[in-house]
């Protein structure tokens, strides 16, 4: 699948997210009610398990989520010269990340012709990021929006997309995806399971970072593996 436009003009992204409240006893009533909602549609069948019990997964949900970590990656340069450069927006404070990180892709994303890919971002990280930024009060970033946007108009890369061929049925997660095309698995310290954990009780965001931008890297050498393209050495990356 030969790339019919600069790989520069690509950003690949990937985020962190967790539950907004560290347990769900400090959960207060109003939300604990709309959680307890969306738990029993969750719960359908599962009789050992409660609102309270698979409250971790709350993460996943931007209503009842946030984000603590955008990692981003840049291509540039040509063949064994070519480097990824990474960036990250992290902390406790979403609306301050997610501030800098619109003022970041504003800046990257002022013409046409740029993209966004990440690894289930269509389902995940796109809708994600627009969701939180509206709760925040924030505008939806260029390249992110896609109101008013024809399907063929809206610059959106996800690999897992890639990787279906048009099987919708199909969920690969990037590990085995990577794993399958022989780039390093980014599953080396934590996987996204234990990011709550880290954050909420560890108190250790920048472990969490670190894992960000390796899924970045590998979302990048996965997309250039689709493409017929040589993989980026470890000497060539770089973080700003």
């Not at 340069?77 to 990824?84: D, L, M, N, Q, T």
């Not at 796109?126 to 008013?148: E, K, S, T």
Request: aromatic share 12%; net charge negative; with cysteine.
């Amino acid at each position: 699948m030969p790339l019919t436009f600069p790989i520069q003009n690509i950003l690949f992204l990937d985020i962190e997210t967790v539950s907004q409240f560290p347990t769900y006893d400090l959960v207060p009533e109003g939300w604990k009610h709309l959680w307890q909602k969306k738990a029993d549609v969750l719960l359908r069948g599962k009789e050992d398990d409660t609102a309270a019990s698979i409250y971790q997964r709350a993460g996943i949900y931007a209503e009842f989520g946030k984000i603590i970590c955008i990692s981003c990656g840049f291509i540039a340069g040509h063949g064994e010269e070519r480097k990824i450069s990474l960036k990250s927006f992290y902390g406790d404070d979403e609306k301050k990340l997610l501030t800098e990180f619109n003022a970041m892709l504003n800046k990257w994303a002022s013409d046409d012709n740029k993209y966004l890919c990440a690894h289930n971002g269509r389902e995940f990280d796109f809708p994600y990021l627009c969701r939180r930024l509206i709760i925040n009060g924030l505008p939806i970033a260029c390249g992110l929006n896609m109101q008013g946007k024809k399907p063929w108009e809206i610059k959106h890369l996800d690999t897992m997309e890639m990787w279906k061929f048009g099987d919708y049925k199909n969920y690969t997660s990037l590990e085995l995806m990577a794993h399958s095309l022989g780039v390093p698995t980014p599953k080396d310290d934590i996987d996204g399971s234990m990011v709550g954990e880290v954050y909420w009780n560890l108190k250790d965001i920048e472990r969490i970072v670190n894992y960000c931008q390796k899924d970045v890297v590998t979302v990048a050498q996965v997309f250039l593996k689709l493409n017929g393209e040589a993989m980026i050495t470890d000497a060539n990356i770089e973080i700003k």
